[in-house]
């Protein structure tokens, strides 16, 4: 699960990259997708460890992260969905990719541990 947290942290950071410069923005806000995947990124590194306890504990981590960035989120999908992109139409966009992002992550995590749990021996 480590090396898909790092490639959810690369397309987050990427959003929030483009986002930002490929709009001209100069609000700081556009960024936010970078720094949920510059977190992603540095505890889905961390969770490449030998020791189960701390793998689960990073896992856990970046599932809560995951968590928090689609419910910060959740609004913009919503209007991406019914059409209301409002003033800013890539803001919402940004929003709408990140919380289809971070959803697609926590759905992942949740599967995975559930088949983690099933594979412990009893």
Request: hydrophobic letters at 55%; one cysteine or more.
């Amino acid at each position: 699960m480590a090396k898909v947290t790092l490639v959810f942290a690369v397309l987050l950071i990427a959003l929030g990259l483009i986002g930002f410069f490929g709009t001209g923005s100069q609000h700081p806000t556009a960024l936010i997708p970078t720094w949920f995947g510059v977190a992603l990124g540095f505890f889905g590194f961390l969770s490449i460890n030998p020791s189960e306890s701390r793998r689960k504990l990073f896992a856990h981590i970046n599932v809560t992260i995951g968590l928090l960035g689609f419910i910060g989120t959740l609004m913009g999908l919503i209007h991406f969905l019914t059409g209301k992109l409002g003033a800013n139409p890539p803001a919402t966009e940004a929003k709408a990719a990140m919380a289809a992002l971070c959803l697609t992550y926590v759905i992942l995590c949740v599967r995975s541990f559930i088949a983690a749990r099933r594979a412990r021996p009893v």
